[in-house]
């Protein structure tokens, strides 16, 4: 199963860009990769995947590296709304995530 | 929206009783999830369903079964409560095959067994 590697924990000041880091050191060649959040007592949120390029919605930036074994997710005027856990995974077609502890994200004033 | 809506917020059951989470989508999607999630461990799959009345085991069934009669819901029974079932429960769906599709839960389920 997949799995990814993510710090336990980061401090990004509000107005501030917010770069999460994520290893896939072992993602295969259809897989994407995702990223959600989980704010305290609510169910997780999508964020955003990709598969190799480079992604932006409305809510964050994902970066994949060329070789895809890292990805950053970018937050980039994080608020204090953006303060919560955020998982990192790459999925690919049998439908099941692999959920580590993801990174628990403090946005300060 | 994508809308997953669960059968209570709160539940507390005594050990020995059975207990059904319900779980709503209404955006159409084939596959559904239940999850748990336990501090320090994280979310873990109990079962999951890509299609009406077909399921399959997640990482951690033992305890637990699952219905999934109409495309809309996907109940989770636990067939006699233990107080290790104490925990956060979570419903999710998704649609499509491509990287598993992105997930959309509902509020979750604290689920209190006394």
């Known amino acids: 199963d997949a799995k990814t590697t993510q710090p336990p924990s980061m401090d990004c000041a509000e107005g501030r860009a917010a770069n999460l880091p994520c290893n896939h050191s072992?993602?295969?060649?259809?897989?994407?990769v995702y990223w959600y959040r989980q704010i305290h007592s609510q169910g997780p949120q999508y964020i955003i995947h990709?598969?190799?390029?480079?992604e932006t919605n409305e809510m964050a930036s994902l970066i994949i590296t060329e070789d895809r074994k890292s990805s950053t997710l970018i937050l980039p005027h994080a608020t204090l709304r953006d303060t919560a856990v955020y998982y990192c995974?790459?999925?690919?077609?049998?439908?099941?995530?692999?959920w580590g502890l993801g990174t628990s994200l403090a946005v300060n004033p | 929206d994508v809308k997953v809506t669960q059968s209570s917020r709160y539940l507390v059951k005594r050990t020995g009783e059975k207990v059904f989470l319900e779980c709503v989508q209404d955006?159409?999607?084939?596959?559904m999830f239940w999850y748990r999630q336990d501090p320090g461990l994280g979310l873990r799959l109990i079962y999951f369903?890509?299609?009406?009345?077909?399921?399959e085991k997640g990482d951690i069934p033992e305890g637990y079964s699952v219905s999934r009669e109409k495309k809309e819901r996907f109940s989770l029974i636990l067939e006699s409560a233990s107080t290790n079932q104490t925990s956060m429960y979570l419903c999710?769906?998704?649609?499509?095959?491509?990287?598993?599709?992105?997930?959309?839960f509902g509020p979750g389920t604290r689920l209190l067994v006394l």
């Open positions: 369903s890509y299609d009406v009345k077909m399921k």
């Open positions: 990709g598969l190799k390029n480079n």
């Open positions: 999710a769906s998704s649609s499509g095959l491509a990287g598993g599709g992105s997930q959309y």
């Open positions: 995974f790459n999925a690919g077609n049998n439908r099941k995530l692999i």
């Open positions: 955006m159409d999607h084939e596959n």
């Open positions: 072992t993602i295969s060649g259809n897989e994407y």
